[in-house]
């Protein structure tokens, strides 16, 4: 069991680049949710998807895309990559709503744009 | 609007004594929860404790406890007999109920000293 994993763990990007992160959970969880951190703003919300077929912006939304490919995989594309999406991203899950279920997060994956 | 506040950027506690790490709240919602979450230097986000707006005891986790003053608007985190392996980042986290937004503070870095 290893509950959420992403991939990869690393990447730099080139300005203008585009890329996706991926995140899976294998705990069948219904909920999952994509997170930015920066230094000094805890993390903030992109995107969630309260189930499988559905996805919702969250807080911070611009310059990225979701696919929720199954219950298992949600996906996180930066389709032109900006220096300011320069973070670590966090992808969590949780067993049904998140509002009051705890969320599981994945190790993070640390996204350097040049 | 939501707000969460964690005054506290840093701390240093001498180690087994209890520690208090502060959260404060704005919300006009009477539904809501909060979360406090652990981020070690290694990265991952590790759930601690929630408390539910209308619990009527404060939770309790093992060596967690959270202070709730509902009228204050505070969630306090208790760790009691601090060990070294409790230095970390923490986050508090509001999810409100009403407009289903998630709020993270910006974090306590909290250093044990031997």
Redesign the interface.
């Known amino acids: 069991n290893a509950g959420v994993t992403q991939t990869p763990k690393f990447q730099v990007l080139k300005t203008g680049q585009s890329m996706t992160l991926q995140c899976a959970q294998d705990m069948n969880h219904n909920s999952m949710y994509w997170y930015r951190q920066d230094p000094?703003?805890?993390?903030?919300?992109i995107y969630y998807s309260a189930s499988e077929g559905t996805t919702d912006k969250?807080?911070v939304p611009n310059g990225y895309n979701v696919s929720r490919l199954n219950k298992r995989e949600f996906s996180l594309r930066l389709e032109s990559a900006a220096p300011s999406q320069t973070s670590?991203y966090?992808c969590?899950s949780s067993e049904v709503g998140?509002?009051?279920e705890?969320?599981?997060?994945?190790?993070?994956t640390r996204l350097l744009v040049l | 609007a939501q707000k969460i506040t964690q005054t506290q950027p840093g701390m240093f506690v001498q180690e087994k004594e209890a520690v208090t790490l502060d959260c404060t709240y704005d919300t006009s919602d009477q539904s809501y929860?909060l979360?406090w979450?652990k981020q070690p230097s290694?990265?991952?986000?590790?759930?601690l404790i929630?408390q539910?707006s209308y619990d009527e005891q404060n939770a309790t986790e093992g060596r967690y406890s959270l202070n709730f003053q509902k009228a204050r608007k505070s969630a306090n985190l208790v760790i009691s007999a601090s060990q070294l392996g409790d230095s970390a980042m923490y986050?508090c986290l509001l999810?409100?109920?009403g407009n289903?937004?998630?709020?993270?503070?910006?974090?306590t870095r909290l250093t044990i000293i031997p």
Request: hydrophobic residues 35%.
């Open positions: 000094g703003m805890g993390l903030r919300l969250g807080e670590v966090f969590a998140y509002l009051q705890t969320q599981y997060f994945g190790p993070g | 929860g979360f979450y290694s990265g991952e986000m590790i759930f929630y539910g986050f999810s409100n109920f289903e937004k998630l709020t993270f503070g910006t974090g």
